[in-house]
């Protein structure tokens, strides 16, 4: 029986599927009782900004802890940050796991980007809790948005972090994972989009990352530290939005079975 309604969905469309699933069997329906009426509010306040986007817009800063990635944060991430509207807004925090694959990163950076950047590094092992929380901490505007070096970032970034992101309430955009050597665009042959994760990236109030207690830093190699956060907001009873954004997550090597559609090409 089982194995009949496996294959039975197999050929369901996402678009079908996605919505039952997230309304009815998504894994916060046993974190609390109110958990849907919260994602419904969600739903709401990205039905509400859609149709009426009128909000005086607040600076934001866009954290980043890396280790040896600096090429992808240069040529992805950073250039789709040049290319964003109201920029002027943006500030980089950079927090650099002593990279050894560019000479000096955060000259690289300052030659590309001409806004304000805090930058930090220091000689330690990489662990993605530890030098995300550094760079969160050392950020200082009031809105901030956790950001892998990997992902190449929509033109109204700024716009979305405001209108998504307010006292208890968290932005986890949806983005698309790209296949090995495909062009930014969205279509089948090029990628899929990550409905049932993307709970690596998210927006939200600095003073509530502290208020949450930020990544778990007993997590210290790759994976699951993400997972932990996003359960811990909704254990707190935040409001988490969530819509398919364009966020383009680029192909890099992975050694997470999970994620070996990508490789796709």
């Known amino acids: 029986m089982n194995s009949t309604i496996f294959y039975i969905k197999k050929f ?5 599927k996605y919505p039952f699933y997230y309304l009815l069997k998504a894994p916060q329906r046993g974190f609390s009782s109110n958990s849907v009426y919260r994602d419904l509010k969600g739903i709401g306040v990205y039905i509400w900004y859609s149709l009426f986007p009128f909000k005086t817009l607040k600076p934001i800063t866009i954290c ?5 990635r600096s090429d992808n944060y240069l040529n992805y991430l950073l250039q789709s940050i040049n ?4 920029k002027e ?12 694959d560019i000479e000096n990163l955060e000259l690289e950076i300052r030659k590309l980007w001409n806004g304000k950047l805090i930058f930090n590094s220091e000689n330690i092992n990489f662990s993605r809790s530890y030098t995300f929380n550094k760079a969160v901490k050392q950020s200082e505007t009031e809105i901030i948005f956790i950001c892998d070096a990997d992902l190449s970032l929509p033109k109204n970034i700024v716009t979305y972090c405001n209108f998504f992101v307010s006292h208890k309430r968290v932005w986890y955009p949806i983005f698309f994972f790209l296949y090995k050597n495909k062009p930014k ?5 090029n990628g899929e989009w990550e409905l ?11 003073k509530d990352w502290d208020l949450i207690g930020g990544l ?3 997590y210290v190699i790759w994976g699951n530290e993400d997972t932990e956060l996003w359960e811990r907001f909704h254990k707190s009873q935040f409001t988490i939005v969530r819509n398919k954004t364009k966020i383009f997550h680029h192909w890099h090597q992975t050694h997470n079975p999970k994620y070996d559609f990508m490789n796709k090409g």
Request: proline share 2%; charged share 15%; aromatic share 8%.
């Open 12 to 16: 369901i469309p996402n678009s079908i």
């Open 64 to 68: 980043t802890g890396i280790y040896n």
């Open 83 to 86: 290319e964003a509207k109201n």
């Open 89 to 100: 807004l943006i500030t980089l925090s950079v927090f650099d796991c002593n990279s050894y």
């Open 185 to 189: 665009t969205i279509s089948k042959v």
């Open 196 to 206: 049932y994760g993307s709970k690596g990236m998210l927006a939200c109030l600095k």
């Open 216 to 218: 778990n830093e007993t």
